[in-house]
């Protein structure tokens, strides 16, 4: 059909150009088909020289570039008639994103004055459907026909590819795995384009022809025909757990110049060598799709006996070094110690050391700085953790060694490095500045600068012997036991005492009447005898005595009114009282009344018995 | 040893002039002899609160604050109420680097460590002994007495005697319990760091630094268990610290 428009087109050109020269024909041609999201074509052609070429509104496509202008001129000599035509195209790209079936309207454009329309396009856009197109032929890239020939689509497949090539299939977690996409080509291509870059889930991915400017380039057969090869692509992949991994597919676009198989019949042998001469060959840009297969690596894990505990996932082949910038310092001087790994391998994946500090020190998070190799092969260089740390207070301290291991993939082994451990001795800095840090920093609260300590005491002091304690000592207990013991000792004498003295009175008591009465039996006798003094002696001391002993009073202590009251206090009757006090008064008058006595002698002698027993029985 | 108790007597009389003359070449600002001759009072056995207090006081001013927080605490077991001693005590606390918060007490143990630090053990010894002399004559009068109010008097004074006198006796025990058994020690190591059990491969559990005060709960091998002020419990070796 279009080939068809073209034809008729061609034809009309011709016989318009050899009828009337300046036939003006305007005309556009697209693809009646494309697929959502692909870049093509809209051609407008004028065979004549126009101005003020105005596109359409195309509110259902996006214009990516364009109008490019191209002219070509061509001077026909036909049966000795010169004809000169010429033809302006003015070229769209254009990407249709909805599904569907549009119309282009008209394109304007001017040509001395008077102006033209094109014709309307109506384009079909059909949904992408890229995995229909890709073929499980690994390493293989399909190959979109992107053009408007369908005579050029079988070739170009062969002609224009991308093949990924990698390595190694099976590497181990954390092994460098190269990937390389290599462009194929037989055709002149322009360099292609990546719509939508390579993925890579799952890797830690380096970018190896970063900062190339040219690609590399080569000639290689591959299945039986020469190409030429360009590594567009070069990366170092670390793949990051084990498993199977997949490379997803990218795309890229490029332009292709194919020859056009659309040659020109005439009868003339002449003009037909001479338009088939390669160069008066027609050549077409064509956008090639460009479409790689994913790829599925297999990563095998790590061997898991005897994986080092600092072990963090470093493979490759490594060195560790260290440094520290001073071994003594001061309090709050700053020490940089710095922990150094390099080498080949997934270099920036270490994260971390396990640096065992001293509690004490302060310590700040480390300066990591690292410094990346690529070469065309492989990643290699080098991280350095410094570490800046403060020790706040003096002492002797101990950086214990630091431990660095990685799986050594040419030893198939893990490989544990160690620094070396770092004695730090810290000396106590400025007292002055350090106490008013410490003072300052933890107990903002209290302000002590400029007070003191109270001064000594100058007193006289009582200076006792260390550890002499008197509580719990053998003098305490003595003290302690002291009182008891004299409370006993007096308790035991005083009870004795009391019961000797009870026993002496309660004697007495009980003699008083024996003593009496032999008292007043001697007193019967010196009576008879006729001895007065003597009788009235006997008497007064029986009666006395009496009283005494019976009431434990002594003799001296005795008189009428102590009698008197002791009795009554006795419970004594009045009446005995009374006969008692008057035998005793009776006795006192009688002893030194004058003259004869006999008779009052025997009076009082029966009085006292009268009283002593009057008394006893009372008392009773 | 026996060299020294040999020496004793015909020091006994050198002790008050050497004190006098520390305190003289304290107030010369001579720190350094003033230590030396209040530490010779304290090795021939002699010991007061006023000697640790100079003492004290000597190495606060030559900037040797653990010493002199020893020192200090020493003159504060023996006087525990003297003014002088807590304010210095608590001056030199601020210049340490730990400042440890003390777990709150309830508050009669608090009125209790007030009654008891009244005085020392010897004080509250005699105080015991001199009410329970006082007791037993009071007792005596009340048994000899024919007088009914001297009884009863006497009888009520005897059971408030005996009242101080078991009081006393109590709080003498437990002065001298914190006096003698109740063993509590000063950091002298700069950083020290507290271990979890008697053992240096035991897992660090806290740092404390030189000055602070720690309490001695057990003793194991050359390891004290310690307790700080702020209930934390845990292992260092002997050698870093000091007996008050």
Not at chain 1, 315 to 336: L, M, Y
Not at chain 2, 145 to 172: D, E, P, Q
Not at chain 2, 182 to 191: D, G, L, M, Y
Request: net charge positive; glycine share 4%.
């Amino acid at each position: 059909m279009r080939k068809s428009v073209i034809f008729i087109l061609f034809i009309l050109q011709i016989v318009a150009s050899a009828a009337n020269a300046q036939n003006v024909v305007f005309s556009a041609s697209a693809r009646d088909v494309v697929r959502t999201g692909e870049r093509f074509q809209i051609t407008y052609t004028l065979n004549a020289d126009g101005k003020e070429f105005r596109t359409p509104d195309m509110k259902d496509f996006m214009v990516i570039s364009g109008p490019h202008t191209s002219q070509s001129s061509s001077i026909q000599i036909i049966n000795g008639k010169v004809s000169r035509s010429v033809e302006n195209t003015f070229t769209l790209y254009v990407v249709g994103n909805k599904e569907g079936i549009f119309t282009i309207p008209p394109a304007t454009i001017k040509v001395d004055g008077k102006e033209y329309k094109s014709n309307e396009l109506k384009i079909q856009v059909v949904k992408s459907n890229n995995q229909a197109q890709q073929q499980g032929n690994r390493g293989n890239s399909n190959v979109n026909r992107g053009s408007s020939s369908s005579n050029t689509s079988t070739d170009i497949k062969d002609d224009v590819f991308i093949r990924v090539v990698v390595d190694k299939r099976n590497p181990m977690l954390g092994e460098q795995v190269l990937v390389t996409y290599k462009l194929y080509y037989r055709v002149n291509i322009s360099s292609p384009q990546f719509n939508k870059e390579p993925a890579f889930p799952g890797f830690w991915v380096n970018n190896l022809l970063k900062d190339i400017k040219s690609y590399k380039q080569y000639e290689e057969t591959y299945k039986g025909k020469r190409y030429n090869v360009a590594e567009i692509k070069k990366y170092a992949l670390f793949p990051q757990r084990s498993g199977k991994l997949t490379i997803e597919s990218a795309e890229a676009i490029c332009q292709a110049q194919l020859k056009t198989k659309a040659q020109r019949r005439t009868n003339d042998p002449f003009f037909d060598s001479f338009f088939n001469d390669p160069f008066f060959n027609r050549y077409k840009t064509v956008d090639l799709n460009l479409t790689t297969n994913p790829l599925t690596i297999n990563v095998k894990p790590l061997p898991s006996q005897n994986m080092p505990a600092e072990f963090s996932g470093a493979v490759g082949e490594f060195d560790f070094s260290s440094s520290i910038d001073k071994n003594e310092c001061k309090t709050n001087d700053a020490i940089t110690l710095k922990f150094t790994v390099s080498g080949k391998g997934n270099v920036e994946l270490i994260d971390k050391l396990n640096v065992k500090f001293p509690p004490d020190f302060e310590v700040y998070d480390p300066k990591i700085s690292k410094k990346i190799t690529t070469t065309q092969y492989s990643v290699s260089g080098r991280k350095t953790f410094e570490y800046l740390i403060i020790p706040r207070n003096p002492g002797n301290f101990k950086i214990p060694p630091v431990k660095f291991s990685y799986y050594s993939l040419k030893k198939k082994k893990y490989i544990t490095l160690q620094s070396p451990e770092y004695d730090i001795s810290v000396a106590k800095g400025d007292g002055s500045s350090s106490g008013v840090v410490y003072s300052n920093i933890n107990q903002k609260d209290i302000n002590y600068i400029g007070t003191d300590i109270r001064h000594i005491k100058v007193s006289e002091t009582h200076l006792k012997p260390i550890g002499v304690f008197f509580f719990n000592s053998p003098a305490f207990y003595l003290w302690l036991a002291a009182p008891v013991i004299l409370f006993i000792l007096f308790v035991i004498f005083w009870k004795k005492e009391f019961e000797k003295r009870s026993n002496i009175a309660l004697m007495r008591n009980r003699k008083a009447t024996k003593v009496a009465h032999s008292r007043l039996k001697k007193a019967h006798t010196f009576m008879k005898e006729g001895k007065k003094d003597e009788f009235f002696v006997e008497i007064s001391q029986a009666l006395w005595g009496y009283l005494s002993d019976k009431f434990s009073i002594p003799l001296s202590n005795l008189s009428m009114d102590t009698v008197n009251e002791t009795l009554k206090n006795k419970g004594v009757k009045e009446e005995s009282v009374k006969v008692f006090i008057d035998t005793l008064n009776n006795c006192e008058f009688a002893r030194f009344a004058p003259g004869d006595s006999s008779g009052t002698m025997d009076n009082i002698y029966n009085e006292a018995v009268n009283a002593i027993s009057l008394l006893e029985s009372e008392l009773k | 040893m026996g060299m020294l108790i040999y020496l004793l007597p015909a020091y006994a009389g050198g002790i008050d002039t050497l004190y006098t003359k520390a305190n003289e070449e304290y107030n010369k600002e001579l720190y350094t002899n003033a230590i030396d001759d209040y530490l010779q009072i304290i090795q021939n056995g002699y010991e007061s609160p006023e000697v640790y207090y100079n003492l004290g006081n000597a190495y606060f001013k030559i900037d040797d604050y653990p010493s002199a927080i020893l020192y200090y605490e020493k003159a504060k077991k023996l006087a525990p109420n003297d003014e002088d001693v807590n304010f210095n005590l608590k001056v030199v606390n601020t210049k340490i680097v730990d400042k440890i918060e003390p777990l709150p007490e309830l508050f009669l143990k608090n009125w209790w460590r007030a009654v008891y630090n009244l005085f020392n053990s010897t004080v509250w010894s005699w105080i015991a002994i001199i009410s329970f002399i006082v007791f037993f004559l009071l007792l005596a009068f009340y048994l000899l007495s024919n007088k009914i109010f001297i009884r009863k008097a006497s009888f009520y004074s005897g059971v408030l005697a005996l009242f101080i006198t078991i009081l006393s006796l109590i709080l003498a025990f437990e002065k001298y319990n914190v006096e003698h058994n109740q063993k509590e020690a000063i950091v002298f190591t700069p950083t020290l760091t507290v271990k979890s059990s008697p053992s240096q491969s035991s897992v660090d559990l806290f740092v404390i630094h030189e000055g602070s005060k720690v309490k001695i709960i057990d003793k194991v091998g050359g390891w004290y268990e310690i307790r700080i002020a702020s209930g934390s419990v845990g292992w260092l070796p002997v050698d870093a610290v000091k007996e008050i």
